[in-house]
């Protein structure tokens, strides 16, 4: 079975995010990666090889855009990453039950007195590349303006490149 070969091979090989805050981020104080995604990861891998420790997972940062290619070619084994299930992802990767529900929001300066997505019509909204945001954005008759990770959507809000983060 695809466990036996993760089991011989003697470490679990997770995707996860290293720049969501509270869910995969990189503690810049203890040079560990952390979050919620992560304390999955060792539930997995002790329910593999009954401990989780460096030495039964290697992680691998990955983007929002590489999620379902680094799992479906065997990159990684397994992905732990935010996520939204959809129908089209199910077509092409299996997920496990869902563990967190969460909403879409919008993250605006104080400046803007936008109040949702349709508030900014015409303007640009950010979003990690392959995220279903991009969709939502875009949806509203918002600009999406696609980054690779959400701390680079945090950084042009700041700069003024866009007017909101999704």
Known sequence: SFMA??????YLLAGVDQSTYHFGFLNPLTGNIEGFDIDMIQAVAKAIFGRADASTIHFKAISDQDRIPDVTNGTVDIVAHTMTITCDRLKQIDFSSVYFE???KVLVLKTNHAASLAGLRGQKVCATTGSDSVDKISAAGAIAVQVPYWTDCLVKLQQND???VS
């Not at 070969?5 to 003697?10: E, P, Q, S, V, Y």
């Open 5 to 10: 070969k993760i089991r011989a091979r003697g």
């Open 102 to 104: 969460a909403a879409q």
């Open 162 to 164: 866009v007017a909101a």
